[in-house]
């Protein structure tokens, strides 16, 4: 019996969700959701208790994409995270045929600054920017990519994890910076 079964015995009222229906549910999770889950979302989703089993799976789900698919991967971060995403040799092609961006150029542009100065004042950044940058500074903490600390009356803006997993960059700021610097992200 595998661990799922066993688990879905063990669950009187629960329906059974086979090896293969647990992969796909995971798989399907991890294409839509745009980041990297946890093993404890990655169970939820799977309709399953054991995180191991999900993180297992998700690991099939990595070897798998791997040696059959060229253009995306499943990428594991620590924690342990997963994330399907496309490969950045590959943006350039999916960029001419993507319907709506998640995020404005503008806005972009504002996120760029901020990972270039970070850590950075809303002065600073308005005076960088303008003062569209405050509806900039929503946008891009509504989806993840922003931390915000109060100093004194001032907010601070940084750059989160979820940033530079989406992106591809370094967590480090120096490093990061050098990343922005080397893909020419940055007009100064």
Known sequence: MSDVQQE?????????????????RIEAALYSSGRALDADQLAKAAGISSKKKAVDEAKAILSK?????????VVEYPGPRFAMQLKAEYTHVARRFATKPLLS???????????YFQPISTGDLSLRRGSQAYDHLKDLEEV???????????????????FSEYFGLSIDPTTMKHQLERRTLILR
């Open 144 to 162: 993840g990519f922003l931390a915000m600390e109060r100093k004194g009356r001032s907010r601070v803006y940084r750059t989160t994890t979820e």
């Open 105 to 115: 150029k503008a806005a972009l542009r504002t996120l760029s600054f901020i990972a």
């Open 8 to 24: 879905q015995a063990e669950q009187p009222g629960r329906s059974r969700v086979g090896d293969e229906e647990v992969r796909a």
């Open 65 to 73: 994409m791997k040696s059959s698919m060229s253009a995306i991967e």
